[in-house]
């Protein structure tokens, strides 16, 4: 596919001089692509001085590209500690949210903060030290399970990718694989479902062990087990971390301290599950759509079983 940005020759020479074969990988391409901008290293930020892990969005209006606006007068806090789940319909701009915490992005205007420092005034890499990303869909480099693992922390021990493995639920998966925690994974190795690589992200974000944590829920359809699974894991790893969860599934927000229920990119609702139902307003219709749903897949799947 063609990347439509202009890239300082520099970083295109960094990645051939990587390369070996002079083919670009496009996970180090975007890797590399991830590393502050010249004028942002040139303007030496100091680094996030991590305190408590409150993050606020404050009338963030943002766009990809001039003249279609994506968010708008975006403003919602979440305290330290706390879950803030985010639903709404597919484009309403959830996926954008948790891009530009993670400053892919940065917003038109307004601000984003953590601990009251603004995100485009700290150093990128050490904004990103404290915030593991789980995204939607986990792209995997060409290389070890226990390596795409270990990226979380690199210097890992291979006991502690194991352990991270295991509280991710993926250890028994990898285990039975070709050559375990050895085994090539992505384009020239073993191919992973969605739900087993954002397994791996997980892993790689318990490994990271970040104050902060972003999880982009995988649309992928997964089995009911592996979303239970899944589930219990983001239980777990959101317990006493600052949590964005982009959530498509609303069985995934129930227990969130506060939902965002944006639409065409403004929050039009928020509040606990409790109040939203109560609301009986577009958090309400979602939900007794998907449980109307379930229901039918369950009706579909006991006749299905019957003889
Ligand atoms: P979904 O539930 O389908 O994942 P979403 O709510 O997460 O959707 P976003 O991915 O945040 O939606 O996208 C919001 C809008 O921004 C969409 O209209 C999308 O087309 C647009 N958009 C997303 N990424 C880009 C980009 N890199 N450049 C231009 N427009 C983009």
Same mark, same amino acid.
């Given at each position: 596919y063609?990347?439509?940005? %202009? ?11 990587? %390369?070996k ?7 180090? /391409?975007f890797?590399?692509? &991830? ?42 806090r979440?305290?330290?500690g706390?879950? @803030?789940?985010?639903?709404g319909? %597919?484009? %309403? ?14 917003? &038109? ?10 995100? *485009? ?11 593991? $990303? ?5 792209? /995997?480099?060409?290389e070890? @399970? ?11 021990s291979? *006991? ?5 493995a ?17 085994? $090539?994974?992505?384009e020239?190795?073993?191919?992973? +479902? ?5 397994r791996?992200a ?20 997964l089995d009911? $087990?592996?979303e239970? *699974? ?6 777990? /790893? ?14 995934t ?7 965002? @229920?944006? &639409? ?15 609301? =009986?307003? $577009?958090y309400? =219709? ?13 009706? +579909? ?6 003889p």
């Open positions: 063609i990347i439509q940005i %202009s890239l300082p020759l520099n970083t295109l020479g960094m990645v051939f001089r990587q %390369s074969d002079a083919i670009i990988n496009a996970e180090r /391409l890797a590399l692509l &991830d590393t502050p901008p010249e004028a942002d290293e040139a303007r030496q930020l100091p680094p996030l001085d991590f305190k408590r892990g409150e993050v606020r969005f404050e009338s963030v209006d943002f766009s990809y590209e001039p003249g279609r606006q994506i968010l708008w007068n975006v403003d919602f979440i305290p330290p706390a879950t @803030v789940a985010v639903v319909g %597919s484009g %309403s701009g959830k996926s954008t949210l948790a891009r530009l915490l993670f400053r892919f992005y940065e917003p &038109d205007t307004g601000r984003i903060t953590i601990d009251d420092q603004d995100l *485009a005034g700290v150093d990128q890499k050490s904004l990103r030290a404290h915030i593991g $990303m789980v995204p939607q869909d986990t792209a /995997l480099f060409n070890t @399970v226990a390596y795409n693992i270990a990226y979380g922390r690199p210097g890992a291979m *006991a502690e990718i194991i352990e991270a295991r509280a991710a639920r993926i250890h028994e998966f990898i285990n039975a694989l070709p050559a375990q925690y050895d085994t $090539m994974v992505g020239r190795g073993v191919k992973l +479902s969605g739900g087993e690589r954002q791996i997980i892993a790689r974000a318990i490994l990271k062990n970040p104050p902060i944590l972003i999880f982009d829920e995988a649309t992928s359809a009911t $087990m592996a239970r *699974a899944i589930q219990t894991e983001l239980a777990q /790893l959101s317990r006493d971390r600052t949590t964005l969860i982009i959530a498509h599934r609303l069985s927000v129930v227990d969130a301290d506060e939902i965002l @229920v944006l &639409d065409q990119g403004r929050i039009v609702e928020r509040g606990t599950h409790e109040a939203l139902l109560a609301g =009986q307003g $577009m309400a =219709q979602m939900w007794n759509l998907q449980l109307k749903q379930s229901e039918l897949e369950r009706t +579909s799947r006991q006749l299905s079983r019957q």
